[in-house]
């Protein structure tokens, strides 16, 4: 048997992190196993569908390096591979299960199953279709339903006995079919319901293993029912634990919760953000791969297996995704790291003299996050306003009065260097501070409160005074030296 699985979005949005981690362990789970991933769009609800959301589905896979062997836009021998093109595959199964029975014509109108909802709810019951349409003879059905009379096909579920499903990671599970409502498999428009879609697709695309959400698990007893009905080999199901926000909600879009494009556009690496989803419910092999947390995408095809697989939801923490994309980062070849910063330099300094290359090695380990950059470099743009305590620190025994020295000492041999690179003004500025029996750091920190108005920065004074050059920097101690000359005289 050749292992074929599917992810199967509805777009209606964007790849929320929840439905790309069932992607990502579908498709290690058909890697794995050697088999085949597919993806289906299902689109039959077709009132929350997204403009440009089936787009953002290719787009945000492929990003993901989730890459499908069949698809509506790569093809393969089930296709097509959009519910809405299928539309008249889903009737004739319908109608053979309206020929046994396991399903039947249903004429209620939108305010007779209110009236009859309404009364249920009065009585305390809990609603659920009563059957009312199933005993219409057959032949007056058909007449209704040929005559242009608006009616839906449901599922015909018995009124005794049990329906039950095997799932690989739950057990066995079972509902009692009194619990059970006759869902609508064919709306009033034609279209199938996401229940009979999947079912008619997943055995006509030879689908052998189906991993989704736990909120699935209430659904696959009828599932089945449908399977039996129609004579056919239900899939092995592999249900999935939710990913929450907390103990209590999941991550929903609905609440500000970010999608995989979101973390994308907020300078996560992709690469970070796959390790770290692979982990949400999913351990390795403890006595195979110890502790180990950073894995390439083929390591977690090699490890991935269901046994790893948690019961538990799992929480999505941010904290330890900053983490994640921090390491990444960090172990980024520097050309990776480079060509991924340029841009967030841009918002911060575009149209200014700056090497960035320079600027890249001294931020490389210090990036967490890649939206953060231009906050962290705008100071070599722009001075910002600080305040002159800045100038006091113990540790490099600095304080204002020594601060006014080091700057006013600093200004002319600064202004009389005519190589401005990083070895230069290290050795005269050092020099500065020997020949003038001051500690190097109160030569140093000075200098570089001066020209960053920062308590923190990528690089010294040195690296900073060659990033913005000569000009801006006798410019901004200048502008020091004007501050410190001011407190003094206002003491």
Known sequence: MTVRTRFAPSPTGYLHLGGL??????????????????LRIEDTDQEREVPGAVELIYKSLRQAGLFYDEGPDVGGDYGPYIQTQRRDTYMPYAMRLVESGAAYPCFCTKEELQARR????????????DKHCLHIPKEEAMRRMQSGEPFVIRQNIPLTGTASFDDALYGHVEAPCDTLDDNVLIKADGLPTYNFANVIDDHLMGITHVMRGTEYLSSAPKYNLLYEALGWQPPIYIHLSPVMKDASRKLSKRYGDPSFEDLLAQGYVKDAIINFIALLGWCPDVKKYGDKEFFTMDELVEAFDVSGLSKSPAIFNTEKLLWFNHEYITRMPFEDYLAMAAPWFDKALAGKNIDYRRLAELMHTRTELFSNVPDQVRFLAELPEYDAALYTHKKMKTDPAVALRALTLARPVLAGLKDFGEESLKEALMGLAAANEMKTGQMMWPVRTALSGLASTPGGATEIAYLIGKEETLRRIDKGIEMLKGLEEAH
């Not at 309404?118 to 279709?129: C, H, I, L």
């Open 21 to 38: 981690r069932t992607a990502l362990y579908t498709y290690l789970f058909a890697k794995k196993n050697g088999g085949m991933f597919i």
């Open 118 to 129: 309404d009364a249920a709810t009065a009585r305390g019951e809990q609603w659920k279709y």
